[in-house]
């Protein structure tokens, strides 16, 4: 259901005459959230974020196991690529947090 509202979202934006791009440099998702304004098309945007929460934890876990890989032996590039995972999967776990947020805040525009 959240991909068609998405999907139904930047149909219904690309196809919006009183849209001006003349900032050319936002993108599309900064342009869908400044236009949310239905609880439908909040409870979309939750679900995206929801979603981009999702891939930022499986990228988090896989940093985790590459990491996990390096964890073998002595030798300090091996320590190094370890500590290099090891910050990655945090940051990737920092953006899945900042994500649920977002995704909470559209839920409660969408009640």
């Known amino acids: 259901m959240s991909r068609i509202a998405i999907a139904l979202l930047c149909g219904a934006i690309a196809l919006t005459p009183t ?3 003349a900032d050319a440099e936002a ?3 900064e342009i869908v959230v400044e ?8 409870a979309a945007l939750a679900g995206y ?3 981009k929460a ?3 934890r499986s990228e988090a876990r896989r940093h985790d196991q590459m990491g996990r890989s390096y964890g073998v032996g002595n030798m300090p590039q091996r320590k190094k690529m370890k500590t290099h995972c090891k910050k ?3 940051q990737y776990t920092e953006m899945a947090e900042q994500f649920d947020e977002l995704a909470k805040l559209h839920d409660g525009e969408a009640k």
């Open 54 to 56: 999702t891939e930022a």
């Open 35 to 42: 236009m949310a304004d239905t609880m439908q098309e909040h």
């Open 88 to 90: 990655i999967s945090e």
């Open 27 to 29: 993108t599309l998702e």
């Open 49 to 51: 974020y929801r979603a």
């Open 19 to 21: 849209i001006s791009f």
